[in-house]
């Protein structure tokens, strides 16, 4: 146990045989999600023949939060029809839950997910220099609105939608022309935003 993290471990026995699952379940994703990528911690699963153990590390504070990288793709769990021309789709969402729902979703639909990202500067980041060729944004993330970001996508002619929990009254004036889409987000409606988002 270290002093500026909290350890906890679960074990289970004297159960049923366990069997290690062939591939993480959406029910999986989220809870690493939102342990790893909300509050910056770690989980491991160990699936023993007499049950699991999942051990989590947590730090104390932000201070200890460590910087991680995004994780490229998710699992989808159902198939749907896929666009002919996939792109590579920046994603900035700081809800692990939300974020991991429009991953799935975009890799259905054929395309590659740059992130996705929770903290507003490694987004920034990759807006500025990776080779994306849409995004989908939050309009809030982490208590910053997305709008500088929104900017630079726009002077690069990378086209991208916006997704909100706000009316769409309460958007920048001069993001007027770009589509929003309201959470819960509608999968057909997110592909039909991304396909036809003016840069």
Known sequence: MQADRIDFEWVESKGPKVKPPTRRGYGTRVFSGGIEYQLGGEVTFDWRPDGLCCKLSIPRNKSTLKERQPSQSVNGARSLEKDSLGKLVLLVEDEPTISLMLSDMLLQFGHSVDGPYNRFSDAMNAARTNNVQAGVLDINVGGQKIYPLA???????????FVTGYSADRIDSRFSHVPILQKPIDAEALRAAISRAPP
């Open 151 to 161: 900017e630079v996508l726009t002077e690069r002619k990378i086209p991208f939608v």
